[in-house]
């Protein structure tokens, strides 16, 4: 292993893009610490020491940015604009045939469908930068009152200050998109994947010295190792894949005969990835935005009975109700995204154009209904699995103390393992085109 490391860093070329990497990643981890114009610097840091931070949707984004939101930073929004663009035009290829027809391109539709991405994502970042100065503006960011430092965020509030942050913030998310898209080409790949990878990892430290501080070394080293657990069990299912044989009969084209080998498919168990909890995690949100909405009170002097409700089971994970809902619809969004990119009926006619078939199946009809129900069955343990990875951090919270950023669950250790499984297997192939011998044996 130390010698297939070794020959990563002897590569001259391997260890450029690297080096090239690292030195982005610094950048973008800068960036994330600089904080936007009139921005209140010792207010927010202030305001971070004192209280615990927010909830919901808004503590998911802080989670992806690597801390920036909460310190209202030029890279405050992160990767997320990027994220919801990216699902946004992902499931309207559903809805508008013309997507549909872009997919189906090949490399020239892929390029315009990436163009629409871009421009779907400065739009989300100018909405979204728009909103959280507005709510910095109000001292609602981080959800104290009664601390003054958490009521001034900014040094000036008129309209042409809080315009030039959100030109900020949005040229932030630009600056993000072109570093990431700088990692691919010229660094060692998957350069999206790679800044939330580092954004979450940015946390990780901290998450872990707010536990040892507040429950002792003890129930530290018991966090750790039920996180070693947790990440070979995440390792184990994400590797974990369903192959149906396809074999491909003979034909003759011209004078060459082509066909005749033995392939499979691979349906992973969590196909899905990361997209059901986000989506879970949004959706939830939505019943507390409307809630703070509604705190006025009325003539007694009482916030209506639903708001009450409300702040008391779905503003808290640690609520039995909330972790419910949040189970329940996790299984839900999981069958729904898979339903959505993974198409059975245009598999069987690929195989079928090609001739291609499963044995015991017959093309065409009966070969979509197997894939079907195929796929129906193996993503109930992905969706099961997905759920209870979830609900980890929310376990946590209400046993060790924890915050909803808890490393070892939910999106974190998906999002971690994914990409440092994708990227380990980048340099093993890069490795392997110039030894013949990569990093994985």
């Known amino acids: 292993m130390f010698s297939a490391i070794a020959r990563v860093f002897r590569t001259p070329d391997l260890r450029r893009k690297i080096a090239f990497t690292l030195a982005i990643i610094a950048l973008y981890r800068l960036g994330a610490h600089i904080p936007a114009p009139f921005v209140d610097f010792p207010n927010v840091q202030s305001c971070l020491d004192q209280s615990a931070g927010t ?30 663009a990216t699902i946004i035009v992902q499931l309207l290829r559903v809805v508008i045939p013309h997507f549909e ?38 001292g609602q960011l981080f959800g104290a009152t009664g601390i003054p430092e958490c009521e001034q965020l900014l040094t000036n509030d008129v309209w042409w200050a809080q315009l030039l942050m959100i030109i900020t913030m949005t040229a932030g998310t630009g600056l993000i998109m072109w570093f990431a898209e700088l990692v691919t080409e010229r660094g060692i790949g998957n350069g999206m994947s790679l800044l939330i990878f580092t954004s979450i990892a940015a946390a990780f430290p901290a998450s872990m010295w707010a536990i040892w501080q507040s429950r002792g070394f003890e129930v530290f080293l018991l966090v750790l190792l039920v996180g070693i657990v947790v990440v070979a069990l995440v390792v184990f299912v994400e590797q974990s894949q369903r192959r149906i044989p396809v074999q491909y009969a003979k034909r003759m084209v011209g004078r060459r005969t082509y066909g005749g080998t033995n392939t499979y498919i691979p349906i992973k168990v969590n196909m899905a990835g990361v997209v059901p909890v986000i989506f879970a995690s949004s ?73 291609g078939f499963i044995p015991g199946i ?80």
Request: aromatic letters at 12%; hydrophobic letters at 45%; a neutral charge.
């Open 283 to 355: 959706l939830l949100y939505i019943p507390a935005l409307i809630a703070q909405f509604n705190m006025q009170p009325n003539a007694e002097n009482e916030i209506p009975p639903w708001v009450a409700w409300i702040q008391q089971y779905f503003t808290n994970g640690d609520s039995p109700i909330y972790m419910a809902v949040y189970f329940l619809l996790i299984v839900g969004f999981t069958y729904f995204y898979v339903a959505i990119t993974f198409n059975p009926v245009e598999v069987a006619d690929n195989m079928k154009k090609y001739g």
């Open 101 to 138: 027809t872009l997919y189906k391109e090949g490399q020239s539709g892929q390029a315009r469908l990436t163009q629409y991405t871009r421009y779907l994502t400065i739009a989300l970042a100018l909405l979204q930068s728009t909103t959280l100065v507005t709510v910095a503006r109000s």
């Open 55 to 84: 909830q919901g949707l808004l503590s998911l984004v802080n989670l992806f940015s690597g801390g920036a939101l909460l310190q209202l930073s030029i890279f405050a929004l992160g990767v997320m604009p990027y994220i919801t």
């Open 362 to 441: 017959r093309a065409g009809r009966p070969t979509a209904e197997y894939l079907d129900y195929v796929l129906t069955r193996i993503t109930l343990p992905g969706s099961l699995y997905l759920g209870c990875i979830a609900l980890l951090p929310l376990i946590a919270l209400a046993t060790v103390g924890a915050n909803q950023n808890f490393p070892f669950g939910g999106a974190s250790i998906l999002i971690i393992v994914g990409v440092g499984l994708e990227t380990v297997k980048q340099i093993d192939a890069q490795l392997q085109q110039r030894h013949y011998e990569g990093l994985l044996r």
